[in-house]
């Protein structure tokens, strides 16, 4: 009976682990898309504003989707912007991750590009600028650094920091500000190891998540939502820091958040309504952008994928283009009162 257990064993686990391998149920993210594993905990040490390589010129070829990718001196996925500005040029900048970078579209369908030239055809006795600091794997710490270091330069009237269910999560496993080091380099917290097993093989995955209630930060859940906590802690005390500097430089601050497909769907987020309602008291302004989304979501039938890539879940184009108009929704009323010139609309 135990030889007939033990290779009952030997050959359950192939065939299950071939299995899990198809349906994917406990691929990370990036897995899934086709790139790869990558370690949450893993960032890079040489440098801590978290871009691209400047002047560059890459082509993403996935699954669902391909576009060239070209970024200007500073990294981001935009144009080169003048530092000096005219008297009557109104700035926007957006700062952001992949969303704002725009990933799953082309250049000139990224929510950014869509509401720069709907703010144009509205606003047509000024000049209206937007600049994008949006990267792939960021979050708002090193928005903050990018910001502070090297945006302010540019001179914008309105900064927009967008963020999503990603985030808390990415604080969580980066830590806060104390990874940038005086060198300008950075350095990981100290997060648990990821085992060799974990990393090469879905069966030993869903045995750890079924049976021990880890997760892919392979962190078990009771841990992890604690540390969670301490994230999100940090993510309030960070926007602070956004407000101060921002007012004292005079520029207007708003806190944008933008939902994932599961969201939009449910109707309601799984952490960031504490944060918006933190924003608030605090007087920085806030564009929840879910209900917007969900109401076209019920012009095209409650078909996810028409705003939703399917497996890489950032927005289509026409994702990009509702969210645009979200964005622009929550601003409308504040342009008017900040516009160079008296500027107002036609």
Not at 89 to 98: N, V
Not at 196 to 218: G, K, P, V
Not at 268 to 280: G, I, N, P, V
Request: proline share 5%; hydrophobic share 40%; aromatic share 12%.
């Amino acid at each position: 009976m135990l030889i007939v257990a033990v290779l009952t064993l030997l050959l359950f686990i192939p065939v299950a682990e071939i299995a899990l391998r198809i349906t994917c149920d406990y691929c990370t993210w990036t897995e899934k898309t086709g790139e790869g594993f990558v370690s949450p905990y893993g960032i890079s040490e040489s440098t801590w504003y978290h871009v691209r390589e400047p002047n560059s010129v890459t082509i993403l070829e996935l699954p669902e989707f391909d576009y060239e990718i070209r970024t200007n001196s500073l990294g981001f996925r935009d144009i080169e912007h003048p530092r000096d500005k005219p008297a009557d040029e109104f700035r926007l900048l957006a700062i952001g991750d992949s969303f704002t970078e725009g990933r799953g579209a082309r250049f000139e369908h990224t929510w950014l590009n869509q509401l720069s030239k709907s703010l144009r055809e509205r606003y047509t006795d000024i000049r209206i600028r937007t600049l994008c600091a949006g990267s792939s794997g960021s979050d708002p710490f090193f928005g903050y650094r990018n910001l502070a270091d090297r945006l302010l330069a540019y001179q914008p009237d309105w900064v927009l920091l967008v963020v999503n269910e990603s985030d808390p999560l990415d604080v969580l496993a980066r830590g806060g500000m104390a990874r940038f080091l005086p060198d300008g380099t950075t350095r990981s917290i100290d997060g648990p190891g990821i085992p060799f097993l974990y990393e090469h093989s879905q069966f030993a995955r869903f045995i750890l998540f079924e049976m021990f209630d880890y997760t892919h930060l392979f962190l078990r859940r009771p841990e992890r939502n604690k540390r969670l906590e301490v994230a999100m802690q940090s993510l309030q005390d960070l926007l602070l820091d956004y407000q101060a500097l921002l007012d004292s430089h005079g520029i207007q601050f708003t806190l944008v958040v933008q939902p994932y497909n599961k969201d939009v769907v449910r109707l309601e987020y799984q952490r960031l309504d504490h944060l918006m309602d933190f924003a608030r008291e605090h007087n920085i302004h806030v564009i929840d952008t879910i209900h917007h989304l969900s109401q076209r979501l019920h012009e095209h039938g409650g078909r996810v994928e028409d705003l939703y890539w399917p497996i890489d879940a950032h927005f289509t184009e026409l994702g990009y283009r509702y969210f645009a108009e979200a964005v622009e929704q929550g601003l409308a009323d504040g342009m008017s009162l900040t516009l160079p010139l008296g500027g107002r609309e036609d």
